[in-house]
């Protein structure tokens, strides 16, 4: 090339008319990585065991797998694959048992916390400016309580029970999907197409149901796996301190309370561990699928903890 | 030429000749960055890599600046990095070479690049609000690279940032530099990016787009900036952008790209004057004409009634809660504005001078506090929500981006087809065949209908954006910035589809827009607003010729033109010398435009409120000059 | 900005009022009276009567919250209802325990969770990350008391070090002693705020290190340890005190779990067994101070957000 001839035409076609071109490359595939793949068999595992626990146990929650030869801490033998616990009961059959319970309390919760909630937030952010403060403002009293303190006086109130856990847990963590859900809709409401749909003369159902709800559903969604970890986490820990699901019936965090003792005359450890470790895989399960699933939707959504 | 020489043997000549700096300056004189066949790929999710640039072959000489041109994914931005030896996240260099100096950075470790980064080759990016540090002072960040490189001591580089703040004519340049980035203006911010850019006495500037995000004033006064601090420090530099106005005030040369690919190359006036390459000859056409009088439509007088469709009527309006029932801020004061059925006002001025908000009043989503608003001769009411369902469907409103404008998780038919059935059907037609038609007005294929707005591309979503406004059978719709954020081709053509509904369908638009070239091009009437009162209204042929109200002056004045040595005639005005420098303010006393003003009158026009003087039959004017003076 | 920051404490304010009330009405709605529970069920009715007029409980619910309300706030937290020992003496030393333990495990825990944090967010997509995000992603997901058992089992029975319960006096103990003796129950809230810290930390730098000015110090060849420690670090001390602020609130609810699990004699033992025993004359009171550190701190929080916006700083 020289300076005389320093104007380059690329060949062209006369019948090619540059069209506009395609604003981004089609979206990927969502695929789970092997750490998603891992937690997911965990949860499914839990899954089966909680639904059909109860009829697959080797014995009941209170059934002693030896009464002729009582003895509490026992160690892992047939007939009792994890040993006893502290009143020689089968440790693998009130694992079983303690499935349906824990994860049956905490997703029930999780359910009706979001159903609270997402109401609650979704109707505050579009009510008018005054509801919307009063609401926000008394959430932001019950947020800035520490959770386990507030079961605690409701439970010193009313007295333990399921419907009570349930209940108990289900409201103090709506207050957190109100938030969430209030300042998806805020995000939302203010959007071009909501105010077209408004500008239209659409009235606040159709707002609601068919503008902002469709785009809030998904990252609401993403969030349930985490709230499911906090709810559990919750319960157990309710459970632990002797306060949530009550003796005899079988519940992990109860579980881990009761055979607290094995730990100290170091018979076995199978009693306490085995309940622990339960919880932590489940929990650690679940929060491998979020981590996934949120690092694919933009931004890890566990950072938000 | 020296291009024939092996790159190998140029360093090592150069190596070996270090004493000899004749021999230096000859290698240094000619090409200072080259890209050779240069590929970049974006690297998928699944590992697979797509081909963004393509064998692309440019030079850039010394002392030259060189325009890559070209709209949105066309990978301009993506070459131009290559020169700093940088891929953006998710994007690698895929062979060919970019030489910098007879280096190939393309092939660099990050930390063998870094003394090359700021001395060698600088970088400005198309919004300096976003690429300057927050927390840092404007000074520290001008000055680090050469210090922290070694090439200068901290004094001398506060000398030359000193030097480069008068030579980009910046405010107090003696303390502008111990501010933090937001307490300085947006075109002061782009120009201390400028001076960052060149505090390393950089042989080589990129300039990503620098000027697109600001006003036409605004860039009249970057650009000149720019200009002549690259020819007074010497450096050569490549110019990102996708406007060939001002490509032709800057350029020497000019690269066209496409798709990742060069289209045409060449020197600026053979690429402006005289473009071979049917790409380039479409973006010349899109170019749209200089504002002149006669160009407005006049076969548009058909659908004209009695009565106008839309009429605001001394309508002052703002934000916020104030005294008195007041709102806080005041944007619009007084204003008086009449849309003719079939006809199109234009509504212009820069940013923050109130256009938005007048549409906003239109629609019913921002009601005033004073005046009041008329549909097809009778009240208007001032909020939506007291609006019949009739009124609503009368006045369409289309939003400026429509990323935004069109919800994620709706189909186009839906979108289309909702407000076609909420407004009732008037011609019987089934909704799929309402939103098909639709479809077909827009010159969208059919089967868009079962499409998200996502899988569309910028000008489609605009397209059914504005089929959304249409499937309500308005008879006004409003139209905010609705080509601003289209590439310029693109945006020409929705400009030749509105010019087709207007004729066919007897709808009036008010089209709003920062752009004076647009609206010339589209409307009958025009409306000049200046912090939020009016400066001007009226034919377009008659507020596009004298006389004139000095903004309007000032508007026309800046609008670039695709000529060589417009800027320096440009910036040679009086408007220019006065104007191109300030900031709207809103005010509510005497004329907001004082401070911008040539013809200001000392204690009367920021005192006293401008009069209105009428020019002509419907010609306005607000200023308190007389008519006469203003020619 | 300070009018901002007084607003904020004005809402603390409302918001501590508010708590109070939460757990003043709370504690009301609990079956049975205090006055019959102090004098045991054999009392007359008059005796219980008087014991009502004595301590205020046939006032209306106002006058009686008023009283509580600045009872507490001049230190006296009232009597015990299943001891009959006045609250505070109650708290004495247990206060001292629990303050010890939180503090050492900030001292320790803090500083060397956002070390590990800011490295992960230095070096993004490295093993070491990967290896501390699995780490911190299953550790912040699992009870406390499983991570207390993995420690026990480590400590206690692997390497025979520490207890695997916390009792008896802690008197007469020099510094060292004592950080043995409460070792296991240290680590374990160590563990249980390093996982968020880690995560919230890295999140946090991470979000400054991906802004258009860190790419732009890149570009003009900035040396990386500076661009991490001048233009990211400074930009990110906000948000890091922020979610230190955060997570010292969360440490007021995992050391309920961890002192019940070691029997350790702090507070949260005294409250549990509070709700036990039904005396909610100490469930009031000890609510009240846990509440009151937890909003203290998310106020900090909140403060820091403020303070690291250079808007907030230098107004134009």
């Keep these: 090339m020289n300076s005389s001839n320093d104007h380059y035409v690329a060949p062209y076609d006369d019948a090619v008319s540059f069209d506009e071109l395609p604003d981004s490359a089609p979206s990927h595939k969502f695929r789970l990585s092997f750490t998603g793949w891992l937690g997911t068999i965990i949860v499914v595992f839990w899954t089966i065991v909680a639904v059909s626990g109860p009829f697959i146990a080797p014995f009941g929650e209170n059934e002693l797998p030896f009464p002729d030869a009582y003895s509490e801490f026992q160690a892992p033998q047939p007939g009792a694959w994890l040993g006893t616990d502290v009143s020689d009961r089968d440790i693998l059959s009130r694992i079983m048992y303690g499935a349906s319970r824990t994860m049956g309390i905490s997703f029930l919760a999780t359910v009706l916390a979001y159903m609270i909630g997402v109401v609650f937030g979704i109707g505050s952010a579009v009510s008018s400016p005054r509801v919307d403060m009063i609401l926000s403002r008394i959430n932001d009293a019950f947020l800035s309580l520490p959770t386990i303190m507030l079961g605690l006086v409701v439970v010193a109130a009313v007295g333990s029970s399921i419907p009570v856990l349930i209940l108990t847990a289900g409201v103090i963590y709506a207050s957190v999907i109100f938030r969430l859900s209030r300042s998806l809709g805020m995000e939302i409401k203010v959007m071009d197409f909501v105010e077209a749909a408004q500008a239209r003369g659409e009235g606040r159902w159709w707002i609601i149901t068919k503008e902002i709800w469709p785009n809030a559903a998904m990252p609401l969604l993403t969030d349930f796996g985490l709230r499911l970890i906090y709810v559990i986490l919750f319960i157990s820990s309710l459970s632990f301190l002797g306060l949530g699901v009550q003796p005899p019936q079988a519940d992990w965090g109860s579980m881990v309370r009761e055979n607290l003792g094995a730990l100290q005359y170091g018979t076995s450890i199978i009693p306490v561990i085995a309940p622990a470790l339960a919880i932590a895989t489940l929990t650690v399960g679940i929060n491998l699928i979020v981590d996934d699933v949120s690092a694919h939707s933009g931004g890890k959504l566990s950072n938000r903890l | 030429m020296a291009t024939h020489l092996n790159p190998e043997k140029e360093k090592g000549d150069a190596a070996l000749n270090k004493g000899d700096v004749a021999l230096n300056d000859v290698t240094l004189n000619d090409v200072i960055f080259e890209t050779r066949n240069l590929n970049i790929n974006a690297v998928r999710g699944d590992g697979s890599e797509l081909p963004i640039i393509k064998s692309v072959s440019f030079k850039v000489r010394r002392g030259e600046v060189v325009a890559l041109i070209g709209e949105s994914g066309s990978g301009k931005t993506t070459i131009s990095l290559s020169a700093l030896g940088y891929c953006k996240p998710g994007l690698k260099f895929a062979g060919g070479e970019a030489l910098l100096l007879g280096q190939d950075v393309s092939r660099m470790a990050t930390d063998d690049l870094r003394p090359i980064r700021g001395e060698k080759v600088a970088y400005l990016a198309q919004s300096a609000a976003a690429t300057f540090n927050p927390s840092l002072r404007l000074n520290e960040q001008v000055t680090e690279a050469p210090v922290l490189h070694g090439s200068k001591t901290q004094a001398e580089a506060n000398a030359k940032a000193l030097e480069l703040y008068k030579a980009l004519e910046l405010p107090s340049p003696e303390t502008i530099g111990t501010r933090f980035p937001h307490q300085v203006s947006g075109g002061q911010l782009q120009r201390l990016m400028a001076a960052m850019a060149l505090c390393g006495d950089p042989d080589l500037l990129v300039l990503d787009e620098p000027t697109t995000a600001l006003d036409v004033t605004t860039q009249i006064e970057v650009l000149k900036a720019f200009k002549s601090v690259i020819k007074e420090e010497g450096a050569a530099a490549i110019y990102v952008t996708h406007d060939l106005a001002v490509v032709a005030q800057i350029a020497d040369h000019i690269v066209v790209l496409y798709n990742g690919e060069v289209k045409e190359a060449g020197p600026v006036d053979v690429i402006i004057n005289d473009p071979q390459h049917p790409y380039t000859k479409k973006l010349m056409n899109a170019i749209k004409p200089l504002p002149e009088s006669g160009q407005g439509d006049d076969d548009t007088s058909d659908h004209l009634r009695d009565d106008a469709a839309l009429k605001a009527i001394s309508v002052s309006a703002g934000y916020g809660v104030g005294k008195d029932g007041k709102p806080a801020i005041t944007v619009l004061r007084d204003v008086n504005v009449s849309i003719e059925r079939g006809k199109t006002v234009g509504i212009i001025g820069e940013s923050g001078c109130g256009k938005s908000t007048l549409a906003r009043v239109f629609a019913g989503l921002l009601p005033p506090f004073e005046g009041e608003l008329k549909l097809d001769g009778n009240p208007l009411a001032a909020s939506l929500s007291d609006r019949s369902r009739d009124e609503l469907r009368k006045v369409q409103f289309v939003y400026q981006m429509a990323d935004t404008a069109l919800n994620p998780k709706q189909r186009i038919k839906h979108i289309l087809g909702r407000p076609a059935q909420f407004y009732g059907n008037a011609n019987g037609l089934s909704v799929k065949d309402q939103v098909n038609k639709l479809l077909e007005m827009v010159e969208l294929p059919v089967q868009f209908a079962d499409r998200y707005p996502h899988e569309l591309s910028g000008g489609q979503k605009q397209r059914v954006n504005l089929a959304r406004a249409l499937a309500a059978n308005p008879e006004v719709v409003l139209c905010d910035e609705v080509t601003s954020a289209l590439d310029t081709i693109v945006g020409a053509n929705v400009i030749e589809l509105l010019k087709r509904l207007r004729r066919e369908t007897g709808v009036s638009f008010v089209f709003i827009s920062h752009d004076l070239s647009t609206v010339a091009s589209f409307a009958d009437e025009i409306v000049v607003l200046y912090a939020g009162r009016v400066a001007e209204q009226g034919p377009v042929d008659k507020v596009l010729s004298p006389p004139y109200h000095p903004y309007t002056r000032l508007l026309i004045s800046s609008v670039p033109e695709p000529r060589i040595g417009w800027l320096e005639e440009a910036v040679a005005t009086d408007e220019a010398a006065s104007g191109i420098a300030g900031n709207v303010e809103l005010t509510s006393v005497g004329c907001p435009f004082v401070s911008r003003c040539p013809m200001a009158i000392d204690g009367v026009c920021d005192t006293q409120a401008p009069p209105r003087r009428t020019a002509d039959q419907k010609h306005l004017i607000e200023c308190h000059r007389e008519i006469n003076e203003l020619v | ?316």
């Design chain 3, 1 to 316: 900005m300070f009018s901002l920051i007084l607003k904020r404490l004005g809402v603390g304010l409302i918001t501590v009022l508010a708590v109070s009330m939460i757990i003043f009405a709370g504690t009301k709605i609990l079956p049975g009276d205090a006055a019959q529970i102090r004098l045991g069920q054999q009392a007359t009715e008059a005796n219980v009567a008087a014991m009502r007029e004595r301590l205020g409980l046939d006032k209306p619910f106002i006058v009686q919250y008023a009283n509580w309300l600045t009872n507490f706030a001049k230190g006296d937290l009232g009597v015990s209802l299943s001891s009959d020992v006045p609250i505070t003496s109650l708290i004495g030393d247990r206060y001292k325990n629990t303050l010890f333990v939180s503090s050492l495990t900030a001292l320790i825990g803090v500083p060397i969770s956002l070390m590990l944090g800011i490295m992960a967010a230095m070096f993004p997509g490295s093993l070491y990350d990967r290896i501390l995000t699995f780490v911190s992603v299953s550790l912040v997901a699992a009870p406390e008391f499983f991570t207390a058992t993995l420690l026990v089992l480590l400590f206690v029975f692997a390497l025979g070090i520490g207890n695997a319960v916390v009792v008896g006096s802690t008197e007469n103990k020099g510094l060292f002693e004592l950080i043995a003796h409460f070792a296991l129950p240290i680590t374990t809230l160590c563990f249980v705020i390093a996982s968020q810290l880690i995560r919230m930390s890295r999140a946090a730098v991470l979000n400054v290190m991906s802004s258009p000015y860190i790419e732009m110090a890149v570009l003009k060849g900035i040396p990386r340890k500076r661009i991490i420690f001048r233009h990211a670090l400074l930009n990110a001390i906000g948000p890091i005190v922020n979610v230190v602020a955060l997570n010292l609130a969360y440490l007021v609810t995992g050391v309920i779990v961890v002192e019940v699990y070691f029997g350790y004699p702090g507070l949260a033992t005294l409250i549990v067994q509070g709700v036990q025993t039904r005396d909610f004359v100490l469930i009031q009171g000890l609510g009240m101070i846990f509440c009151l550190t937890y909003v203290v701190l998310m106020l900090i929080a909140d403060i820091a957000a403020y303070a690291s916006n250079p808007r907030l700083r230098h107004p134009k």
